[in-house]
């Protein structure tokens, strides 16, 4: 049963394919408190808050919506990004304004008396919470600001996939992207992640967050269409696992290959979005046989298996470049 | 904390039922393991089309439900009654009675999981319509899409714009036989194992090619091995009139039930003769014939470069070529240290690929992105 957990400091969310995943650990804040004003974080004060945490994630949990439980998992990941951090933060929240809404705008002001928490929903009633700024305009045409926004909520059955580009661009540098996608939903035109979060309906808590590089291919995008932000993407995907190859594998560290092998599979659900337009046949099957090496990798760590991954790896994207698709 | 509920997995026939020997091939034997490493309640459903099912015993722990016929109507309300239990599907191969099951399965399951193991060979694929609505909304409703072989995922790759992974048909130790070969105790056997007299298993090739050369060859010996069908019958018959110098050296041994007299067969041979026209990936009984050091020779099915593991431990011949494979054979029976060293990779290859177990942890993998054990 996907859900929130609490063990001791540590808020956990019980995902439906990766097992129990932490979502945040009081205890670091307490740990990091150099970084942020002293009065605010010492030792009653971080049990205090986590108890404030967990009847409210209980509270979101219980309501009715179908995916509660990544709402309230939402809401553990924004309070993980005010948290501890002091100084002003803007919040853009997208879709109903619904329990988890409603309870983060009131928890905001206690980590900066100035942040600010803006929404745009469906159906916006006339009377909203004090702490929140409603944004009154067309919902489907708001134009977004870029580099506005710290943490974005948002629904991508509401707002359309097809807005992702320009709602990223709508974070400061670093600033993070959490969306829900449904069940069912074509998972290939979803950006790249770190954490994908799911629970027993298949409804799914990407979290994106905006790096330099990221920021740079999305802006092109404009430019040079979509077909080339695709397949941009995926060798930016590639390229960062490949990057890191050595030091993944050398790892004994599951977290990290599984975090691999998620944006590998993420990278072979893109090529395939562009299928038709490849110019080598075999680049779907080579991404696969690249994916399958990690998944091995994973599972026996084997010094033959090991040298396959490099094998596959540089088996793709010589092909890759070979045909000049990428 | 509630104790957390206990998955199903579930595979259901796309003809009317299971026979005997699919317990204990790959049809049977991924919900068993599945069962047995996850702890999921396994049932294979399906109509009674034989006698007696004595590979049961195999799988013990798997449930094996026999429906009042085969007809789809059934199977569907079967989906109705079960899919609450029904947290994996497996479908085997591909056929159109599939989309009926698959719609009603998801109109109760959408959260539920979907392993099609498209047993293919070329011939099917190239007469599929892959991206026919129909089809399309059958592959897109499954979650992992499988085929056994290399060469015919690469195929499919090419074909349609999903993913296809690689999930060999196996091996599984049942009867924790030992299956090592003792590579000094092997006798000149050449083996072929299967329903023997198949039309598409093409067995009088190898009767034929061994007849051919047996004269080169006078200290090896052919075993068949599998019950033959009745039409086949005659063939054998005529074949010891025709050769009756070969009665003592080529010999029927019928249908072999117990999984650990079937292994000491592999383990006796030291060449496995594949003679089939077609096959949906690689068979069994080259992962068994591996696992046993055997050496291989094969049709050039699809999946005959996964078999010889391109070429180190087997050797491929035109199928349906009945002068290259006596030739093979005649070549081979003169190279023992060919035979030896292959047979010798066999065993390391058949545990990296083949091996049941890593196959299916894999396949939970890329059902649930983790390693459940």
New interface residues.
């Given amino acids: ?1 996907s859900g929130i957990v609490l063990d001791d400091r540590r808020f956990y969310f019980d995902d ?4 129990r995943v932490l979502l945040l650990d009081t205890g670091e804040v307490l740990a990091n408190a150099s970084r942020a004003l002293l009065h605010y974080i010492d030792d009653d004060y971080v049990w205090v808050m986590r108890d404030n945490l967990k009847n409210i994630t209980e509270y979101i949990g219980r309501g009715a919506d179908d995916n509660s439980s990544l709402r309230a998992a939402a809401t553990v990941l924004a309070v993980r990004e005010f948290w501890g951090k002091y100084r002003q933060r803007r919040l853009m929240r997208w879709g109903p304004l619904d329990r988890s809404a409603i309870a983060l705008a009131k928890m905001l002001p206690i980590f900066h008396d100035e942040n600010l928490f803006f929404i745009v929903a469906p159906d916006m009633p006339e009377a909203t919470p004090e702490a929140i700024i409603p944004v009154r305009t067309s919902y489907r045409t708001f134009p977004l600001p870029e580099r506005d926004f710290d943490l974005f909520i948002l629904d991508v059955a509401a707002a359309g996939q097809d807005r992702l580009p320009q709602i990223l661009l709508s974070l400061r540098p670093g600033g993070l992207l959490l969306a829900f996608l449904p ?2 939903s074509d998972f290939s035109r979803v950006l790249p992640n770190t954490t994908c979060l799911t629970d ?3 409804n799914r808590l990407v979290s994106v967050r905006l790096t330099p590089e990221l920021a740079r291919l999305l802006r092109e995008e404009t430019v040079v269409g979509q077909l080339a932000r695709q397949k941009r993407l995926i060798a930016y995907m590639l390229d960062e696992i490949g990057g890191s190859l050595g030091p993944l594998l050398a790892s004994g560290e ?1 977290g990290p290959l ?1 975090a691999a ?2 944006q590998a ?1 993420l990278a ?2 893109i090529i ?2 562009v ?2 337009e490849l110019l080598s ?2 680049i ?2 080579l991404a ?2 690249f994916k ?1 090496s990690l ?2 990798y ?3 760590r084997t010094d ?1 298996l090991r040298a396959r991954v490099f094998d596959e790896y540089r088996a793709l994207r010589h092909d890759m470049k070979e045909y000049d698709d990428f | 904390m ?1 104790e ?1 509920k206990r998955r199903g997995v579930y595979t259901l026939p796309a003809y009317a039922g299971w026979t005997n020997q699919q317990l204990t091939k790959n049809c049977g034997l991924v919900p068993y393991l599945f069962h047995k490493y996850y702890g999921f309640h396994a049932v294979m459903a399906g109509a009674k089309i034989e006698d007696s099912y004595p590979y049961m015993k195999y799988v013990s722990g798997m449930d094996v439900e026999f429906l009042p016929d085969g007809e789809l109507s059934t199977k569907l309300d079967y989906i109705d009654a079960h899919a609450e239990d029904m947290d994996l599907l497996i479908l085997h191969g591909y056929y159109p009675n599939y989309e009926a099951m698959v719609k009603r399965y998801r109109e109760h399951r ?2 539920g999981k979907i392993y099609l193991e498209l047993d293919l060979n070329s011939w099917l694929a190239d007469r599929t319509s892959w991206r026919m609505p129909n089809v399309a909304a059958l592959l897109d409703a499954c979650d992992v899409i499988g085929v056994a072989g290399r060469s015919m ?2 195929y499919m ?2 074909k349609c ?6 999930i060999p048909n196996g091996f599984y130790n049942f009867a924790d036989t030992d299956y090592t070969p003792d590579f000094a105790a092997k006798e000149n056997i050449i083996l072929t194992v299967g329903r023997i007299g198949l039309p598409e298993k093409n067995n009088d090739l190898l009767l034929e090619a061994f007849a051919t050369v047996a004269d080169e060859l006078p200290d090896w010996s052919l075993r068949v091995v599998g019950g033959i069908e009745a039409p086949f019958r005659p063939y054998v018959e005529s074949y010891f009139a025709r050769f009756p110098a070969l009665r003592e050296r080529v010999s029927f041994t019928g249908l072999i039930t117990d999984r650990n007299r079937l292994a000491e067969e592999y383990k006796r041979a030291k060449i496995f003769v594949l003679t089939s026209i077609k096959e949906g990936g690689t068979p069994n009984v080259i992962a068994e014939a591996l696992s046993a050091g055997d050496y291989i020779v094969t049709s050039s099915i699809d999946a005959a470069a996964d078999a010889v593991d391109e070429g180190r431990c087997g050797e491929v011949f035109p199928i349906a070529d009945r002068e290259r494979l006596a030739n093979v054979l005649a070549g081979l029976t003169r190279n023992p240290g060919r035979i030896a060293q292959g047979g010798h990779h066999a065993v390391e290859y058949a545990g ?1 690929v083949f091996d049941y177990g ?1 196959i299916v ?2 396949l939970y ?2 059902l ?4 459940g054990i």
């Fill in positions: 049963m439906a394919c990766r097992g069940a069912g027993n309906a298949g599951n599984d092998i998620a599979s072979e659900d395939l979005s299928y038709e046949d075999d779907p099957w696969n046989r399958e998944i091995d994973r599972l026996r033959r | 509630a957390k959408p959260d995922q690469r790759a090419r714009p999903y993913k296809i992974e690689f990296d890593v942890r894999r993998y890329l649930y992105g983790e390693d």
